[in-house]
T-cell receptor
Framework: AQSVTQLDSQVPVFEEAPVELRCNYS??????LFWYVQYPNQGLQLLLK??????LVESINGFEAEFNKSQTSFHLRKPSVHISDTAEYFC??????????FGGGTRLMVKP | DGGITQSPKYLFRKEGQNVTLSCEQN?????MYWYRQDPGQGLRLIYY???????QKGDIAEGYSVSREKKESFPLTVTSAQKNPTAFYLC??????????FGPGTRLTVT
């Protein structure tokens, strides 16, 4: 069975500082990887995905993630965060049966 | 606008009562899913359906039931057999490109 580990449950950071949210997965097969964002009392929104091709993927709001096969990681980064980025972020991996396995989530707290 | 709707947003029930949560999608997706989310935890899969009139148990199906009579609809019933039903319930659907799209969620409180 696949598993996803998000190493930090909470990440506090000051506004305009860079941030990295870490995600490691276990898989013996080709992987499709996703990052979702959840604002309080809302559903999850797809932030970005890696299916194939370039290992660096970007979202429209400045986040990027890099697929590293040798380290089985898919860390999420942003060079300069805003207050509005405060949310919970979930990493997920799609298995061969098209089922998503989620990490436990990382709460990003951006302080002014 | 295409998307997934869940209703109601908040639901309150007394212990011992069954309750049904609604999930509708107009994305023409074949697959639909129900997840449960508890505070500070990730998502756990309750049931999923990859085609009309067929569904499979997820990791925590005990105390829940579903139906899939129409492609657009995948209601979840939380039965009185579910020992800890208070949670945030999320419905999702997926099409041919694998990513799942989520509804806004229903927060169920059972007292």
């Amino acid at each position: 069975a696949q598993s996803v580990t998000q190493l930090d449950s909470q990440v506090p950071v000051f506004e305009e500082a860079p941030v990295e949210l870490r995600c490691n997965y276990s898989s013996s097969v080709s992987v499709y990887l996703f990052w979702y964002v959840q604002y309080p009392n809302q559903g999850l929104q797809l932030l970005l995905k890696y299916l194939s091709g370039s290992t660096l993927v970007e979202s429209i709001n400045g986040f990027e993630a890099e697929f590293n096969k040798s380290q089985t990681s898919f860390h999420l980064r942003k060079p300069s965060v805003h207050i509005s980025d405060t949310a919970e972020y979930f990493c997920a991996v799609l298995d061969a049966g098209n089922m998503l396995t989620f990490g436990g989530g990382t709460r990003l707290m951006v302080k002014p | 606008d295409g998307g997934i709707t869940q209703s109601p947003k908040y639901l309150f029930r007394k212990e011992g009562q069954n309750v049904t949560l609604s999930c509708e999608q107009n994305l023409n997706h074949d697959a639909m899913y129900w997840y449960r989310q508890d505070p500070g935890q990730g998502l756990r899969l309750i049931y999923y359906s990859q085609i009309v009139n067929d569904f499979q148990k997820g990791d925590i199906a005990e105390g829940y039931s579903v139906s899939r009579e129409k492609k657009e609809s995948f209601p979840l019933t939380v039965t009185s057999a579910q020992k800890n039903p208070t949670a945030f319930y999320l419905c999702a659907s997926s099409g041919r490109y694998y990513e799942q799209y989520f509804g806004p969620g229903t927060r169920l409180t059972v007292t």
